[in-house]
């Protein structure tokens, strides 16, 4: 089985996010859905959002310096205690990842 294309995304900071550039139809679908959740605010919405997408869409995170995160647990987990500055360049590099890749898909 070929191996779905990946792009490396870097922060100013030097960090190194790795996206992969496939997506089932199956996990479109339940990322349509999302779009309907209802949210207690915007914000919790775009959250939601960001967060299904980066656990699909991650497979390696290089924090500068230190040793890459390539394993799914890791990269989530990783995720959900990243400052609310590394959070709104993870967003910005999936909305660019989504135009590229995905411009079906509605960007969060």
Do not use: C
């Not at 960090?15 to 915007?42: F, K, N, P, S």
Request: proline share 6%; charged share 30%.
């Amino acid at each position: 089985m070929a191996e779905s294309p990946k792009n490396e995304y870097t922060s100013p900071g030097g960090d190194v996010l790795t996206l992969r550039g496939a997506m089932t139809i199956a996990t479109r679908q339940e990322y349509a859905t999302l779009g309907g959740i209802a949210a207690a605010t915007r914000e919790d919405a775009w959250q939601r959002r960001v967060e299904f997408l980066f656990e699909r869409l991650a497979v390696r995170w290089e924090l500068a310096g230190t040793e890459p995160l390539t394993r799914q647990k890791e990269l989530l987990g990783r995720y959900r205690f990243a400052s609310p500055q590394e959070r709104h360049w993870i967003r910005d590099v999936l909305r660019e990842h989504l135009a590229e890749w995905f411009p079906d898909l509605e960007q969060p």
